[in-house]
């Protein structure tokens, strides 16, 4: 199965009188997903299901991916992409998405959880990857074990898009 981490776009700073869930994109997120949107177009991605955080920030990086590229379902939030799910929690999730005969998923999420759940997917001890606002990271996973199986197909910053 193919699985795209899309972390959410810049967003907002934290006000006194909201929540974290509240912060919105910025126009600087916006302009990072269309970005994002254009290379995926340039490049014919497109996912078969689209994921997201049932966070602000995080839904409207989906919705706005969902709005600009051509081809794209509308997204699905799911709760277990909210913050602190945890890597081993995204790996089951993962999994069970396999099983099911899921092949290309793309997830929209945070930090730390995806930079953790990438890392455990691949093999990689904690701490050895950062994975940057409104970047794309596609793995290639084996749908029998959810951890450390995983192979890294690329990994493109928004900037290089």
């Known amino acids: 199965?193919?699985?795209?981490?899309l972390r959410h776009a810049t967003a907002e700073e934290r006000r006194f009188d909201q929540t974290d869930a509240e912060r919105a994109l910025t126009d600087k997120g916006l302009k990072?997903?269309?970005r994002v949107a254009e290379l995926c177009q340039a490049h014919e991605l497109s996912p078969e299901r689209l994921l997201s955080s049932p966070l602000l920030r995080a839904r409207q990086t989906a919705d706005e991916l969902h709005r600009r590229l051509p081809g794209c379902p509308p997204p699905e939030i799911v709760d277990w992409l909210g913050l602190d799910s945890g890597a081993r929690t995204v790996a089951r999730r993962l999994?069970?998405?396999a099983d099911q005969g899921a092949r290309d998923v793309w997830l929209v999420g945070h930090e730390p959880d995806f930079s953790e759940a990438v890392g455990l997917l691949l093999g990689c001890p904690v701490g050895n990857l950062s994975i940057k606002k409104a970047s794309l990271t596609r793995l290639e996973l084996d749908a029998a074990d959810g951890e450390g199986r995983g192979r890294?197909?690329?990994s493109v910053p928004v900037k290089l898009g």
């Open 32 to 34: 990072q997903i269309k």
């Open 152 to 154: 890294l197909l690329w």
């Open 95 to 97: 999994r069970d998405l």
């Open 1 to 5: 199965m193919l699985v795209t981490f």
